[in-house]
């Protein structure tokens, strides 16, 4: 059996496109402009052409966005005062810190300190705490992105068992919290791996969805998928050949049913579902 591919890239730019017309809807009758206000410490390359990437997609949606560059050795109170000012400003729907920050700065602290309602990213405890209780107001952008890539090709998540290895705050918790909540998206008997996880091989091969968000390059090999699993690679690893998944693909693709290539799958989604955010954060803030 050959997999095939759920293609990210065009249903990221249906997804945007979608938003796009929502927008300019939004925009026509309210007069505001939902915006976006990055927040990009020091000069990491690879953060740097994801906020470009952000910003970009922003501006082909009708969304504005601003970039805020403080240098890598700005203290925590620096950075608290600038977040501050982004969640004082009526102008400003959406904040987002991109990650990692600098090792001198308190990341929790700063992430608590984005307005939940501007929380375009769902890092908020309030925004978590929200989502763990079945009632959201933002949607954590990578695991919505993959919860819209397996309702639009159809594939069910009720009854289905799903296993998500890795438990970051930012993928692997959230992803399993929402596989698990009842209704629509959810209903999944879910469960998570991580990296003390006793015969994992045996663990995985039980998924008729497999989630892996581990961040090592080709780590998940054929022997680990059972035949005809649905297998989603959130992994987006630096190799010397170039980004690579945390999936094996041109093995793995061998016995899957279905995956989704990296590049080209989770990454654009994951933009997609900020635009939604951002676009909800702009509703939420316009009586
Ligand atoms: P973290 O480093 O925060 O978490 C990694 C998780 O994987 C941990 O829970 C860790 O276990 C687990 N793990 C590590 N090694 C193993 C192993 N050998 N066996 C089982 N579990 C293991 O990573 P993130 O969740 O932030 O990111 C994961 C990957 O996804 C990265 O490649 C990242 O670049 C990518 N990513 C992609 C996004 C996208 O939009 N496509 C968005 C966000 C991330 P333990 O907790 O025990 O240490």
């Not at 990650?99 to 307005?115: G, T």
């Not at 581990?214 to 630096?238: S, Y």
């Amino acid at each position: 059996m050959t997999a095939s591919i759920i293609d990210g890239k065009m249903l990221s730019a249906q997804i945007r496109a979608e938003i796009a017309l929502e927008t300019a809807e939004f925009t026509a009758k309210t007069g505001v402009t939902p915006c976006l206000a990055a927040v990009l410490v020091g000069d990491d390359p690879g953060s740097q052409v994801y906020v470009r990437n952000k910003q970009k997609a922003c501006e082909k949606a009708g969304i504005a966005s601003q970039l805020h560059t403080p240098p890598a050795k700005i203290s925590t109170e620096e950075l608290l005062a600038l977040i501050d000012r982004l969640n004082r400003d009526p102008t400003v729907h959406g904040v987002l810190v991109q990650l990692p920050l600098p090792k001198q700065i308190d990341e929790r602290q700063v992430l608590e300190a984005v307005d939940p309602i501007k929380d375009v990213d769902a890092f908020h405890p309030e925004n978590v705490g929200r989502l763990v209780q079945g009632r959201p107001r933002f949607l954590p952008c990578t695991p919505h992105g993959i919860l819209q890539m397996l309702k639009r090709n159809d594939i069910p998540t009720a009854g289905a068992n799903v296993v998500v290895v890795g438990r970051s705050d930012i993928v692997g918790k959230p992803m399993a919290i929402l596989l698990m909540q009842r209704g629509e998206g959810g209903d999944a008997t879910v469960t998570v791996c991580h990296s003390r996880t006793r015969d994992l091989a045996a663990v995985t091969r039980s998924a008729d969805i497999l989630i892996v968000a581990i961040g090592r390059p080709r780590f998940v090999t054929a022997e680990m998928v059972k035949p005809g699993a649905v297998v989603i690679d959130v992994g987006m690893n630096r190799t010397p050949d170039g980004l690579a998944g945390d999936v094996d693909f041109q093995g793995v693709q061998q016995v899957a049913g279905r995956i989704t290539p990296v590049p080209g799958g989770v990454g654009p989604m994951t933009i997609a579902m900020l635009l939604h955010n951002t676009l909800t954060a702009a509703r939420l803030q316009t009586s």
